[in-house]
Every structure is written in C-alpha cells, then in structure tokens.
C-alpha cells in the first residue's frame, strides 16, 4: 500500500517529479564528471609516460609537482654523465615548455627518442626534418584542426606541422630539442630525464646509484614509482577539490529535495489529514515522504549517471586533447549513497511536519 501511494503521487504530479529529478542529477553529474576528468587526465599523462619505454626517470629541481613537469634546470652535460653509469643502457633528455595548460611542447633529441621508444607512428606526414618542425598529435589535430603540411603559431613562433602522430608517447606536441631551448632562453639545459637500464632486475640498483651520484640535488624514480604517483590520493590540491564538490552537490541535493517534499506537504495536505483520520500514523506518514525522496534519489542519480556519459561525449568531440574523462564506476556506488543521505535528509523536516499535522485542521485545509 505504501508503495503504491508514493507512486501515485509521483504520477499525479509528473513536472515537479521530473523537475526534482533533474536538479538532484545536476550535482551528480557535477560530480561523476570532475572524478572523470581528474582520473582521465592522470591516466592519461600515466600512459604516456609509460610510452616513453624508460625504466628510471631524473627531474630537474623546480618540480613541485608529479602534475607539473619542472622546468629547465638540468644541465645537458648530466644526460652524458648518466649515460656513462654501469647498467645503464640510454639516457635522454627533453625539455617542455607549457602553452596552453594542461598542454606542453616537448623538445626531444630525436635519435635517441627513436632508440628509447621505436619512434612514433603517423597518421600524416613523417618526422622532423627542420628546426622549425613540429609533431602534433591525432587529438590535437582534431581539436585544432591541423593536418600535416600547415603553418601554426605557438609561443609566437611559426611551426611547419612535419607529421599527426597517434597519441600515447611522451607529448602531444614534439619539437626539436635544440629549438625549444633556444626559445625559452634554455640552451645547455634539460627538463628531465629519461633513463633506460640494461636489465630489469638492474632497475633498482641503477635508480639507487643515480640518487648518490646526484646527492639529492635532483629526484630520482623508477618509472613505476613515478606512474603510481598520478593518483588522485597523492594529489592534495585535487583531493580537497573533491570533497569541495562533494558538499556542494550534498547541499544542493538536500535544498532540492526540502523543497519538493515540503511543497508536496502543502499541495496534500488534505490527503495526509484524511489518511490521519482513517488511522494511519505519524511513522507511516513519515515513511511515504522518505521513501518518495529516496525514490527522487534514486532517479537523479541515474540520471546523473546518464548525463556523464553526455559529459564524456562532448569532452572527446570539443577538447580531446586538453582534457580527458574517465567513466569511473567505482564512484557510481558512492554517489548513489550521497545522493540518497542528501534526499532523505532534505525530506526528514517535511516529513515530520506532515506527520505532525492535526487531522481536523488538515480536512479543513482549502
């Protein structure tokens, strides 16, 4: 009987179900689509990072950041003075240079690269042939528009675009070393860099050979240490962000949800003032205005569920290359919850004034 009062009266009153609905899946898309973003991007930036092929990697001494790569602080000559050390097989060094946060251009020594990581692979074009060269890569192209042969400007300089590259290695956006740090006033200076051993159970003792020869001036990571850092527990700035949004999508939920519950109280105040009077107690009217906003919850959070893979579509068509989302389902379970604790909270005042209601001053309600 319970249920089927709660429906009815989600039925009879189709807009304001559907409008509660709609508002309680806003902040639940709010929040499945910045956990989506933060892990697409870290994931993201993982994986081109593993591209690379380097078992140990050396930053230079501005990081602050697993986010932020450091700026050009390494002296070039250290790439040959790594490369000397027993067991290591390569060394090489880049330097980025930030245009258009989250994006970078990257300056590479491209012998080397092609021997660290086999090079790339093109879907226009072919690789570096002149100073004033750039590789771009397939996202970029398509959210810029580019296609092997152009002219593009960054950092006011004019670039032939050489070739579109799949994504997944190192950058987005590949220059010639040389260039980079003559334009950045960096010559003879290096971002980081990367450091390929010549046996895998070397590894550990190679990183722990460099972190001595470096004295700590400079840190030092195995690949795999330095991958599981772009995790959004590491990251204290995006972890507050979260909870920031969190609360604000709880708040949301609980006004919206006071809201419909209490203009239900008002709009059936008759109804509740008859059940009153046929016998029905203050719990069981309780329970209708619960359940009804558990069922609103519910409805919003599949909602938002919905609306997130809208998110992610419009995401990969407009700005592939600057942001990425993920589709994280582990927090499709902890969104439901939240969404649920804010609607019942929001309907728990409503609630109990309806159950509160004197059942003679309820049937004389015009």
């Known amino acids: 009987m319970t249920g089927k009062l709660v429906l009815e009266n989600l039925k009879n009153r189709p807009l304001r179900s559907l409008l509660s609905i709609l508002l309680i899946g806003v902040p639940v898309t709010l929040i499945l689509t910045l956990v989506g973003l933060t892990q697409g991007m870290l994931t993201d ?58 994006l970078f251009i990257t300056g590479i020594d491209v012998p080397k690269f092609n021997q660290m990581t086999g090079g790339f692979t093109y879907d226009e074009g072919g690789p570096l042939q002149g100073p004033d060269d750039i590789l771009v890569d397939r996202l970029y192209a398509e959210q810029h528009h580019v296609h092997a042969g152009q002219i593009i400007n960054l950092m006011h300089h004019d670039w032939h675009v050489a070739g579109v590259i799949q994504p997944g290695k190192l950058a987005r956006l590949v220059v010639e070393m040389r260039t980079l740090q003559d334009l950045d006033g960096a010559t003879g200076k290096v971002g980081q860099i990367y450091v390929k051993v010549d046996k895998p159970g070397n590894i550990d003792l190679v990183t722990e050979q460099l972190r001595g020869l470096l004295r700590g001036n400079y840190p030092v990571n195995t ?5 599981a850092m772009y995790n959004v527990s590491q990251i204290q700035a995006i972890k507050e962000f979260t909870v920031v949004v969190v609360a604000i999508g709880v708040v949301i939920g609980i006004a919206v949800v ?40 519910v409805g919003g959070t599949i909602l938002g569920i919905v609306f997130s893979y809208g998110a992610q579509w419009l995401i990969r068509t407009l700005v592939p290359a600057s942001f990425q989302m993920a589709i994280v389902y582990a927090w499709w379970p902890r969104v439901a919850a939240i969404t649920l604790a804010a609607a019942l909270l929001g309907a728990f005042y409503p609630g109990l004034s309806a159950a509160r209601q004197d059942p003679i001053e309820a049937l004389a309600y015009e």
Do not use: C
């Open 258 to 297: 006071w809201l419909s519950m209490y203009m239900v109280v008002l709009q059936r105040t008759r109804e509740i003032g008859i059940l009153k009077a046929l016998g029905a107690s203050k719990s069981f009217i309780l329970s209708i205005i619960l359940i009804e906003a558990a069922l609103l919850g």
């Open 223 to 227: 690949m795999a240490e330095y991958t």
């Open 45 to 102: 930036s993982q994986n081109r990072q593993r591209g690379v092929g380097a078992d140990v990697i050396i930053r230079g001494s501005t990081v602050t950041s697993v986010i932020n790569f450091s700026g050009p602080s390494i002296p070039a000559g250290m790439v040959d003075l790594v490369q000397r050390q027993p067991h290591v097989k390569l060394a090489m060094g880049v330097i980025n240079h930030p245009i258009d946060l989250p």
